[in-house]
């Protein structure tokens, strides 16, 4: 038998069983190459001829018909022992007559007992009589398993549980392919099937497996307490001084809890609780139960923070180099227990100067210490100051203790002299921090009065410069980036009573951006802006009368030449101006700070949409772009700063010492703070000094504002919980409906502690630490007779809070000529130095003899020691400039003969340029 043969085997008995050989069955093209490659006995000329005849007959063997091929086939297959074919059954088998249907059988079982000789040579009736069998057999198996497929079919269904239907669908999971057992059973998976599969394989089919049984350890109170406590220690959890937060329990109780911040992440805070564990030989629960704990335990997460308050910032860190200080006396000897009370009371008086203090001043009070009318005023009180705190007084008497304690503690003078120092310069940034916290509270007063006494011909103006806005576009490059020229705009904001309304929100708020084409940030350019304003203003609102002014400290506010500019203007602008109040440094301009950012974001939408923000005119299109921001007018504004005009005077009072100034006819009346300490300016004095500005032009306005689009105010609904009618019940609802429901149902939540779950018993207990760390100090009262009481405690001087002129210390020539030689080899190396870092210097610098060089009275903070490198910088800038000048008229003078000399002479002036600039900063620091 050839081997090619076999390739017609298969496919010839699916074709006559049908009766009939589809097209894709023998292909002629195939059977050439499997003859191709598989006659290995054929010449290279043979090959060649039957590839040339093969492919010449490709194009009539497609034309061919099935029985055609067919014919061919067995021709080839039984060398012509079988009768042609000669027609194919068109009809069902059932309706052929019975010759026509006994030709074919006879036709298929004469082809069939041939192929299986080929198949099995000399056997092949054996294995006819094998496949008639295996015929017979399946069908009988499929028909006797119909009944029982059917019964597990329907228990599957049934079942209720996953690992049920596994275990009945392992009874037929083996015997059906995956494609039929989908089709039985809707909804069936593959997953499904190999699941069974494998319970099959693994167990038995249809075995009964008990599910493993998992026990889970309940962690104990204790356990619970012990972390609760370990996280709420003061050195990984502060306090917030205002603020809440609400944790609901798994019953629907809601708990309270004052807002705390967290100093670590939760990852390091559980790996040092585990450590601490392991130290301790305590057993710690797993850590994924440690994380649902802290999760649970809601807190914010401490952040670094930019531009936040000077003075509060010194304070704090006053108070930690006070701890320091401690520190090292406890290095020196000093008692542990003496060192814990001590960062204990300097732990309260940062709490209570951060959070407290401020809630407790009043304009009069009883108690000294909250008495703002004896801090900020000169004239004496008109009431009695029979109470004392005691929180205030641990401000001085921690310090003094701890300098007591540094007289009893032996150890070199030099470490005496440098604790004692940290500790007074110290105990004076808190000092100023307090004197801050009481103007503060006095300055936010005059708006809060301001505000509520607020008429409806009346306005509040806050102004501020906002950050100069960098121009952006839309595909930046990085050339682009860098060297960029910020755009200046001053923001304006505007409160004005609503016209006959008695909602939550009575004021409207409106704000007029002025972006800066040309001039500086001066008191002239706020004028300018000042005046465009209050036109815009009085188009807008021309019922409005009189303003009241606000804004911060800077130069360009708080300044002699702006006070007379608007008292010489207050007749000639179309409002008043009553009032003009200066806040406290770095607070009061929250309003005008939240529309910046705004207003920012708008810009930064208009530029995510594909455009560009490069000059005034752009950023005034982002502004007013989509109908601009609510209640925002831009305009651009351009100041000629040639026309500014200058004071003929100088008036005779600091105008820096003074937070509030009211205009009128007979002058200006200037408060030190406000409602305290009060001075009037003469209106003679004032026309003395504003003489120049007679004729001052207004600003060219070079675009106006585009009015926005008016956009709906969204109403606040304020709904009002409604409560179960059982006491004990903690549900509430918002809707009546739900109520009702609730009530008809009865399916009341009351809160039981002995059913709390882990994360239940966690968050009551986060409540209780997080409660018992916000603790406020009681005032405790001073029983005296007379009023006297400064017998026992001393108190400040009357007026202490108020702001004080700096003394300006000149610097010795020792400490100029250190830092001088500091700043000129840095000068000289290109490694210039670290403020910090010499500031430190300063003080373990010694002489010859090892004694210390400066002592502690002369020792610069890194501030200082940046202000005196700056004026190094800014004198080496002049001395350069007018050497440079003078070296260029010397160069005109060469003439053109002597060109081959000119390289020599720049070299020789350049270095004694360089020479001239050290020397005269060496005389002038001599001097």
Known sequence: MRTENILYCFPLIQ????????????????????????????????????????????????????????????????????????????????????????????????????????????????????????????????????????????????????????????????????????????????????????????????????????????????????????????????????????????????????????????????????????????????????????????????????????????????????????????????????????????????????????????TKSTCIEHCMQYALSDSPCDHEHSETCSSCHQVKNVTTEIAQCLKGVHCEANVKEEIQHDVDLSCEKIVNWRNHCIRTVNQDACKRDILNDLREDQGFIIMDWAMKYLPQTFRETQSEWFGKQGISWHVSCVLVRRNGTEDDEPLDILSYVHLLQNGTQGWFTVSKILTHTLQMLHESHPHLREVYLRSDNAGCYHCTPLLACLWKLRNDSFVTIREYNFSEAQSGKDLCDSRTGSCRMHILNYINEGNNVTNVFEMKDALESHGGVRNTFTSIIDVDMSTQPVLSGQLQIPISQYNNFTFMDSGILAFKSYGFGEQLIPSEKLESVTKNMMDIQEAMIVANAKPPTDKPRQKKTTSRLLSCCDPDCVKEFRKESQLLNHLAIGNHVYDNEEADNILDTSKRMWVQACTKIRSTQPIVSIETDDRNVADEVSYETQAYALKQRKKSARFSSAVKKFLFEIFDEGEKTGRKANPYTVSKQMRSEKDSDGKRLFSPCEWLTHQQIRGVFASFVTKKQKLSSSTSQAKRLKLQEVGDEQDELLENIICSLQAAEHFDTVQDIANELVD
């Open 15 to 362: 074709y006559i069983v049908k009766l009939k050989i589809p097209s894709c069955v023998i292909n002629p093209q195939r059977c050439n190459t499997f003859y191709f490659f598989t006659d290995i006995n054929m010449s290279d000329s043979e090959a060649l001829h039957l590839s040339q005849s093969t492919a010449a007959s490709n194009w009539s063997d497609m034309q061919k018909s099935s029985r055609e091929r067919y014919n061919d086939a067995m021709q080839m297959l039984t060398n012509g022992h079988l009768e042609f074919l000669r027609s194919q059954a068109s009809q069902p088998l059932q309706d052929l007559q019975y010759s026509t249907r006994a030709y074919y059988v006879h036709h298929a079982k004469a082809a069939f007992e041939f192929i299986c000789d080929i198949i099995a040579p000399g056997q092949g009736h054996d294995l006819v009589d094998e496949v008639v069998c295996s015929y017979r057999s399946s069908s009988s198996v499929v028909s006797q398993q119909d009944s029982m497929t059917d019964t597990v079919v329907e228990a599957y269904k049934k079942a209720a549980d996953h690992t049920t239907r596994t275990q009945i669908l392992s009874l037929i999971a083996n015997k059906y392919s995956k494609a039929t057992l989908l089709k039985m059973i809707e909804g069936m998976t593959i997953h499904q099937i190999d699941m069974a599969r494998k319970h099959a394989a693994t167990y038995w089919p249809g075995h009964y497996v008990d599910p493993p049984k998992i026990v889970r350890v309940r962690i104990s109170k204790g356990k619970i307490q012990h972390f609760i406590e370990f996280i709420s220690a003061p050195m990984y959890l502060h306090t917030v001084g205002f603020g809440s937060k609400h944790l609901k329990l798994s019953s629907g109780l809601e708990v309270k809890i004052p807002k705390v911040i967290r100093t670590m992440i939760a990852s390091r805070l559980i790996t040092a609780y585990v450590a601490y564990c392991q130290d301790n030989d305590i057993v710690p629960p797993s850590r994924a139960t440690l994380y649902k704990i802290v999760k649970v335990c809601a807190a914010s997460q401490m952040k670094s923070l930019h531009g936040i308050d000077n003075l509060a910032s010194e304070g704090e860190s006053g108070i930690s180099i006070i701890e320091k200080a401690v520190e090292k006396l406890s290095e020196l000897g000093l008692d542990e227990l003496k060192v814990k009370d001590f960062k204990n009371q300097l732990q309260a008086v940062k709490l209570h100067l951060k959070n407290d203090f401020k809630t407790h001043l009043i």
